[in-house]
């Protein structure tokens, strides 16, 4: 944003000059203050984008909306949009909605573990099954989930091609190595065992280097690594519970993957369709909080009648069978 600033004062700058040389020249006193007006509107406009760029700068910011400070800008089903990012979790025997939150980071993935432990507080539970898709999906929320006794049930996304330098291609993604806890080693894809190097830091976590020495002869390198020093797999030091949480996905995920689309979509499309409220009116992270979740109340209640609804169709439906019964044992006991 500065450089752009700055090559708009430019522009200024040069039209002044022109305008100051056409005075000399020309007598055509109206067009002159016309451009001058405009030019005048192209400093005020410059002045407050140079403040706008110091407030951004002190507060650490790469982008800011001058209609709603606190919005971001998000990737939606209908395009890039400046807005906010919802959270609800809901509870699998009523399909309540038990909690909610109004979040400005475009992504999901920072607000899996404290709607968990909301949840989990607002039920009143100690066994919690936390569900959620591909985009909660972290080392850090496997971790956090199964240090809090929360048995999570979270998509991996899947690995794809990428055209990166330096990324291997899909079947050496590191997915693909094989790693045998008894012996502490790693088997590649092309059979060849990886021994253990060092560890390694990368922010505040650690992990443990694998290589090999066969990739200086191996026929597939190019595709597996650029690296003049050969392949290396770093493997972080709670790798066991991301490894345990596959084999649980992959062994009883499918279910609960369908189930959880029918527990936490269902309620965004009503909220949408059945009450209008694809969109806040309020601005302001406070506001459009407070505002959501009078949509979640509405929600909620709307919920809860269809809920007494069903129960007391049921109730009635079991009395009528009972009469029913009692009905035809008193005609056969006369005959």
Known sequence: ??????????????????????????????????????????????????????????????????????????????????????????????????????????????????????AREILKTNDLEALADKGYFSADNIKTLSDEKIDAFISEPKHGISGKKGIPAPEFHESKFTYNVKND??????????????????????????????????????????????????RWEHQALLDEHRKKILLNGSGRMKKRKALVEHPFGTVKRALNSGYTLLKGKKKVSGEFGLIALAYNMKRFVNIKIEENMTENMQVLHENRQSLCGSSLSIA
């Open 1 to 118: 944003m500065d450089k752009r600033i700055n090559e708009m004062d430019e522009k200024v700058d040069k039209y002044l000059k022109e305008i100051e040389e056409n005075d000399k020249n020309e007598d055509d006193e109206p067009e002159i203050t016309n451009m001058k007006e405009k030019i005048e509107t192209m400093r005020k406009r410059i002045n407050e984008l140079k403040e706008i760029q110091k407030k951004m700068n002190g507060k650490d910011l790469n982008e800011i909306s001058l209609t709603d400070p606190d919005a971001k800008l998000m990737k939606t089903r209908t395009g890039i949009d400046v807005c906010y990012n919802a959270q609800i979790s809901v509870d699998d025997k009523y399909h309540l909605i038990v909690d909610y939150d109004v979040v400005n980071d475009p992504t999901d993935c920072s607000s899996m573990v404290p709607m968990a432990m909301n």
């Open 185 to 234: 080693t790693y088997m590649c894809p092309q059979g060849n065992e990886m021994h253990f190097f060092g560890k390694l830091k990368r922010g505040d976590k650690t992990y443990a280097v694998y290589t090999t020495t066969a990739c200086t002869t191996c026929p597939v390198r190019s595709r597996c690594t650029k690296s003049v020093t050969g392949r290396k797999i770093s």
